[in-house]
């Protein structure tokens, strides 16, 4: 069966340091894979998708990157951390090409201080 | 523009009575759509989905959605609440691209004893 995971599960970052945000998936080979934000009392913004190695695609112009070194690892990156960057980041992904459910890692819960 | 509603930001039910949440969906065609519920710090998890067939569609925990495509609606309904459904609900559809899934902003449900 498939799994995904995320780490770490909680992160405190002071404002302007980096970040590194990993997903991995296990189970399954070329899946389209996601990173989404809630920020508190909000819902869901996709931050990125990829659907294959080295190929991202962004949605939302911001200080965040994301990179795909594997078929089945995505990462979310910053070089300096804004305030306004805490949220929850969920990692997901489906299978390539369908128009289908997405699966949900556990979360990252980010606090910029 | 693709968009899905959920009109309702948070709604409060009693312990065993029943509910339903709403969503409304604008899309060129009739896309795939999906309810996923969200446990406070926890990922999504899919409740039920909709590709076509029955517009009556069952789900886990008890839940089922309508699909109405005169109304563009696909709300999610069950018959008696319990208190650990207490949660975030979203309902969600599919782009014509297939590359990614349009959500809701969500609707926190609480249950009151």
């Known amino acids: 069966s498939q799994t995904i995971h995320q780490w770490p599960a909680t992160l405190v970052q002071p404002v302007g340091s980096p970040l590194s945000l990993e997903c991995t998936v296990e189970g399954t080979s070329n899946p389209n894979l996601y990173w989404y934000r809630q920020a508190a009392g909000r819902g869901l913004q996709l931050l990125f998708y990829?659907?294959?190695?080295?190929?991202i695609s962004s949605e939302v112009p911001q200080n965040l990157s994301a990179s795909r070194p594997q078929d089945r690892q995505f990462i979310l990156s910053s070089k300096k951390l804004l305030l306004s960057d805490s949220g929850f980041y969920l990692c997901?992904?489906?299978?390539?090409?369908?128009?289908?459910?997405?699966?949900f890692g556990p979360g990252t819960r980010l606090t910029v201080l | 523009a693709q968009s899905v509603t959920q009109p309702d930001i948070h709604i409060t039910v009693s312990e065993g009575a029943s509910l339903e949440l709403r969503c409304n969906y604008s899309?060129?065609?009739?896309?795939?759509l999906f309810w996923y519920v969200q446990s406070p710090g926890q990922g999504l998890q899919l409740l039920l989905k909709?590709?076509?067939?029955?517009?009556l569609v069952q789900g886990i925990k008890g839940f089922e959605a309508e699909f109405k495509r005169s109304q563009s609606s696909f709300n999610l309904r069950k018959p008696s609440v319990h208190w650990s459904d207490a949660a975030e609900y979203f309902c969600a559809a599919d782009n014509t691209g297939g590359f990614k899934t349009i959500f809701g902003a969500g609707t926190r449900l609480f249950v009151k004893a």
């Open positions: 990829s659907v294959g190695i080295g190929q």
């Open positions: 997901a992904w489906r299978v390539a090409g369908a128009k289908d459910t997405q699966y």
């Open positions: 909709y590709f076509s067939g029955d517009t």
């Open positions: 899309y060129g065609a009739t896309p795939y």
